[in-house]
């Protein structure tokens, strides 16, 4: 018993290769790289962080300073260390262009990257 025919497997091949295009282009497109991070604690933003190119730092805020991030000199931000049991925040990952977010819910951490453009098809928050 054969698991796929050979056009079962061209319709496969080729569905996922528009997807990897669609998504492609999306990202070279429509992804802006973000000027700004905003750190959201309990939903109400606490910093607003500029994101540029040349400066290197690390930094927690005063409401979860058992949370660090790191600033990148490439202009990304990341979660570098938590005291939470699972590490999702921190596998996250850097975040630079706009639209990207990473949350550390145990913490009630939550950093969303926006242009500063204004846009108004951008969303503020996700509440929760």
């Not at 700004?36 to 690390?58: D, F, P, R």
């Not at 949370?67 to 975040?95: E, H, N, Q, T, W």
């Not at 969303?112 to 996700?126: L, N, R, Y």
């Amino acid at each position: 018993m054969k698991f796929a025919k050979k056009t079962d497997m061209l319709i496969i091949a080729s569905i996922v290769l528009f997807c990897v295009v669609f998504w492609l282009v999306y990202r070279g497109v429509y992804a802006k790289p973000g000027k700004y991070a905003e750190i959201y604690h309990n939903s109400q933003q606490v910093k607003k962080v500029e994101l540029q190119s040349g400066s290197e730092y690390v930094f927690s805020v005063p409401q979860s300073p058992e949370v660090v991030f790191r600033v990148y000199s490439d202009g990304s931000i990341a979660f570098l260390s938590s005291d939470c049991p699972d590490k999702v925040c921190i596998r996250a990952g850097r975040l630079s262009r706009a639209g990207q977010y990473a949350a550390c819910l145990p913490n009630r951490l939550y950093i969303k990257i926006v242009s500063g453009d204004g846009d108004p098809g951008e969303a503020d928050i996700i509440i929760g």
